[in-house]
């Protein structure tokens, strides 16, 4: 049997060997197909479509506070606190609200919209300031941290007139126009909203809402 | 030799083979997105938009699904699915008696849904529910 050509004894491990590498070869591949990063819309956050439906979810509950008949978006921007000068339930001027819901339908509108689908949100009011030229300041109401990049907002727009007045528990029936916005000088009530505009119209303030 | 190969790596990862799960089309998100607007601003209260006039909205859940599409314009292949549910539960609410559903109901298929915030004008939903538009 000597004629038998001597390699036949190798040809198995040579088998052996090509299974083994193309195991190996073949896994590479595998692995490579499936860490691809198919599409740029991958992470859930900064899907557009997911935004949209964000943004479409952030007017509904800015208009649905806005039509409520008992106490609608512009009661949730009046409802003031004299002595902590801050909203009703808020925690610091700073930081509004922060992690605490907001008063009423507008706070569970945005609690069980967002927070509860582990969204974020910020609520800021946009007003003019005292002299027009002056442009926008803003006040929050909601402050929840600093928005990331894939954030969407909306606003709506809420017309606040003279003879309007707060409406906090200990509110008194002072109209908006005899406020002042200096916080520190104790003598007449505080609210950061200024008077800007002669005439019956107090101020245009924007509620904007924030999702990230 | 080289079949056997790849059969057994393929075998180590089965899922490579399993049949592709069909993923929601743009299609379908917009024609859901496209039912939601045109139901809020077609039942909507005068000048209170999102506040539904809740007898309309009934009698429009209440249609069978050919009316659906045709009123939404919605191709046949399609299939609609439209529930107004609590905001902090899924539960479907309730009006009158009548369960804010449409007919065809919906069982895990992979649909595309939008969601928007409504509210009736009778009351009902009074501190808003969730509109659930699904398209499949």
Same mark, same amino acid.
């Given at each position: 049997?000597?004629?038998?050509?001597?390699?036949? $004894?190798?040809?198995?491990?040579?088998?052996?060997?090509?299974?083994?590498?193309?195991?190996?070869?073949?896994?590479?591949? !595998?692995?490579?197909?499936?860490?691809?990063?198919?599409?740029?819309?991958?992470?859930?956050?900064?899907?557009?479509?997911?935004?949209?439906?964000?943004?479409?979810?952030?007017? $509904?509950? !800015?208009? !649905?506070?806005?039509?409520?008949?008992?106490?609608?978006?512009?009661? +949730?921007?009046?409802?003031?606190?004299?002595?902590?000068?801050?909203?009703?339930?808020?925690?610091?001027?700073?930081?509004?609200?922060? +992690?605490?819901? &907001? &008063?009423?339908?507008?706070?569970? !509108?945005?609690?069980?919209?967002?927070?509860?689908?582990?969204?974020?949100?910020?609520?800021?009011?946009?007003?003019?300031?005292?002299?027009?030229?002056?442009?926008?300041?803003?006040?929050?109401?909601?402050?929840?941290?600093?928005?990331?990049?894939?954030?969407?907002?909306?606003?709506?727009? %809420?017309?606040?007139? $003279?003879?309007?007045?707060?409406?906090?528990?200990?509110?008194?029936?002072?109209?908006?126009?005899?406020?002042?916005?200096?916080?520190?000088?104790?003598?007449?009530?505080?609210?950061?909203?200024?008077?800007?505009?002669?005439?019956?119209?107090?101020?245009? %303030?924007?509620?904007?809402?924030?999702?990230? | 030799?080289?079949?056997?190969?790849?059969?057994?790596?393929?075998?180590?990862?089965?899922?490579?083979?399993?049949?592709?799960?069909?993923?929601?089309?743009?299609?379908?998100?917009?024609?859901?997105?496209? @039912?939601?607007?045109?139901?809020?601003?077609?039942?909507?209260?005068?000048?209170?938009?999102? @506040?539904?006039?809740?007898?309309?909205?009934?009698? @429009?859940?209440?249609?069978?699904?050919?009316?659906?599409?045709? =009123?939404?314009?919605?191709?046949?292949?399609?299939?609609?699915?439209?529930?107004? =549910?609590?905001?902090?539960?899924?539960?479907?609410?309730?009006?009158?008696?009548?369960?804010?559903?449409? @007919?065809?109901?919906?069982?895990?298929?992979?649909?595309?849904?939008?969601?928007?915030?409504?509210?009736?004008?009778?009351?009902?939903?009074?501190?808003?529910? =969730?509109?659930?538009?699904?398209?499949?």
């Amino acid at each position: 049997m000597r004629t038998r050509p001597p390699s036949s $004894d190798r040809s198995q491990a040579f088998t052996l060997e090509g299974l083994t590498a193309s195991i190996v070869v073949l896994t590479a591949v !595998l692995f490579a197909i499936q860490s691809l990063v198919v599409t740029p819309t991958t992470g859930g956050g900064t899907d557009p479509a997911v935004r949209s439906e964000l943004q479409r979810q952030a007017t $509904d509950v !800015l208009r !649905l506070t806005a039509h409520n008949d008992t106490f609608d978006l512009s009661d +949730t921007i009046r409802y003031w606190d004299r002595t902590e000068q801050t909203f009703v339930g808020a925690v610091n001027p700073r930081i509004g609200y922060g +992690t605490r819901r &907001p &008063p009423k339908q507008f706070g569970y !509108l945005l609690h069980n919209t967002f927070t509860a689908r582990d969204r974020i949100y910020n609520v800021e009011l946009r007003y003019r300031r005292q002299n027009l030229s002056n442009g926008t300041a803003s006040y929050p109401v909601v402050h929840r941290g600093t928005p990331s990049y894939s954030a969407v907002s909306a606003s709506y727009v %809420v017309t606040l007139y $003279d003879n309007m007045t707060l409406v906090g528990p200990e509110h008194r029936n002072v109209e908006l126009w005899e406020y002042d916005t200096n916080a520190t000088d104790n003598d007449d009530g505080y609210y950061p909203v200024p008077n800007a505009v002669p005439g019956p119209v107090y101020n245009v %303030v924007e509620v904007r809402i924030t999702v990230w | 030799m080289f079949l056997l190969v790849t059969a057994f790596v393929l075998g180590l990862f089965p899922n490579l083979l399993a049949p592709f799960t069909t993923s929601v089309s743009a299609d379908e998100a917009a024609q859901a997105d496209r @039912v939601a607007r045109r139901m809020i601003a077609n039942l909507s209260m005068p000048y209170e938009k999102g @506040v539904l006039n809740a007898t309309r909205f009934r009698t @429009v859940l209440g249609m069978n699904l050919p009316s659906l599409r045709d =009123r939404y314009g919605l191709p046949s292949s399609t299939t609609l699915n439209v529930t107004a =549910r609590r905001i902090d539960t899924p539960a479907i609410v309730s009006d009158h008696g009548d369960r804010l559903a449409t @007919v065809a109901a919906y069982e895990n298929q992979t649909a595309a849904s939008e969601i928007r915030l409504i509210t009736l004008h009778n009351g009902t939903c009074s501190e808003g529910c =969730r509109l659930v538009v699904r398209t499949w």
